[in-house]
């Protein structure tokens, strides 16, 4: 299987609109993927929370309709990132989209855990509740975003859900990238998965970013690592691995604590 994360840079004197049609065009590039992977809220810069309300967009706005138009053409699975959504009944959400080879909606995730400590992302944007996976012929994908990397108990769910491969779209800073390395290994050895972990490049509201994105494998070695700048990432992987890899350590069917017992159990 051939992946393809684009670690966009966001520049703060690039329009919206005109990344929105640079990235289509680096996903037509593409071509020949099996999954290409942006990062998250790579439309506004995740720092920049003043820009949130401005720049938020309904779920089928028009980075939906611009990034189903390139994954059709380029023939490819998407995971297009995430967005500020906005719900007419309801918040802002950071929403990550997942598209099919023919343009269609697969998925969407509204992020669970939001960043800020009680500013920023955490009071701008409501609250996902949902775990979503994603079937692709060759693998099960579980999604999350950014800030959930620091929550293992998603990932564990995810992997109940039946996720092989778990992606990670981020807009990750500088200051703590030997924790985004640390944990994208973590979660991969712990959960007996790849891990794609897509960053940005560049400078987000005065915030530089760590870039640096990863393909951790079932057993938490790095496959592939980009530099700081905007770069494509390209890694070919055998998802079959995960399911040798559970066979070989099964270390997951020792598993304890957090999972359901019938009642009365001891």
Same mark, same amino acid.
């Given at each position: ?18 990344? $929105? ?9 593409? @071509? %020949? /993927?099996?999954?290409? +992977? !942006? =990062?998250?809220? &790579? ?96 693998t099960t994908?579980?999604?999350?975003t950014c800030?959930?990397? $620091? ?9 109940? @859900? %039946? /996720?092989?491969?778990? +992606? !990670? =779209?981020?807009? &990750? ?91 009365g159990a001891?």
């Open positions: 299987m051939r992946a393809s994360l684009l670690q966009i840079a966001v520049d703060e004197g690039e329009s919206v609109e005109s990344r $929105r049609v640079r990235v289509a065009s680096l996903v037509r590039e593409q @071509a %020949g /993927a099996d999954l290409v +992977v !942006l =990062p998250e809220l &790579w439309t506004t810069g995740a720092f920049a929370y003043e820009r949130f309300a401005e720049e938020a967009e309904p779920l089928e706005g028009p980075t939906y309709e611009a990034m189903a138009k390139a994954a059709s053409d380029a023939g490819v699975w998407l995971h297009a990132g995430s967005i500020p959504e906005r719900d007419p009944e309801g918040p802002l959400y950071n929403t990550s989209l997942v598209f099919s080879p023919s343009g269609e909606l697969a998925a969407a995730y509204r992020k669970i855990h939001r960043f800020g400590f009680d500013k920023g992302e955490a009071v701008l944007m409501g609250a996902g509740s949902e775990l979503v996976t994603v079937r692709l012929p060759e994908l579980g999604l999350a800030y959930d990397l $620091r929550f293992p108990e998603l990932f564990r769910g995810l992997v109940d @859900a %039946g /996720a092989e491969t778990l +992606v !990670l =779209p981020a807009g &990750w800073p500088e200051r703590r990238r030997s924790h985004w390395t640390l944990l994208a290994q973590a979660r991969a050895v712990e959960n007996q998965s790849f891990v794609l972990a897509c960053g940005t490049a560049g400078t987000h509201a005065g915030v530089p970013q760590a870039g640096h994105s990863i393909v951790v494998d079932p057993w938490g070695e790095v496959l592939a690592e980009a530099g700081a700048g905007e770069e494509i990432l390209t890694v070919e992987f055998d998802p079959a691995k995960v399911a040798v890899t559970r066979e070989q350590f099964p270390a997951l069917k020792d598993r304890v604590l957090g999972l359901e017992r019938p009642r001891s």
